[in-house]
């Protein structure tokens, strides 16, 4: 289950396209849908995001 941290949906009149932006824990996702003519066109642009601890590395002498 991934818990959503933000969501927006958005329409760019100039570029008749809509962008859904989804921001969870560990996985960020930017769809954008084009509108165009005679084509409805999809483009996904999918960001993984690792969440990780970095932890202080000790040198051994």
């Known amino acids: 289950m991934l818990l959503i941290l933000t969501s927006i ?3 760019n009149y100039s570029k008749l396209e ?3 932006l989804i ?3 560990a996985l960020k996702t930017l769809w ?3 509108f165009r003519i005679k084509e409805l066109k999809l483009n996904t642009n999918l960001i ?5 601890q970095k932890g202080k590395e000790k040198k051994g002498n």
Request: proline share 0%; net charge positive; hydrophobic share 45%.
């Open 32 to 34: 954008k849908i084009k």
């Open 9 to 11: 949906i958005y329409f």
């Open 48 to 52: 993984f995001v690792h969440y990780g």
């Open 18 to 20: 809509y962008i859904f």
């Open 23 to 25: 921001d969870t824990f």
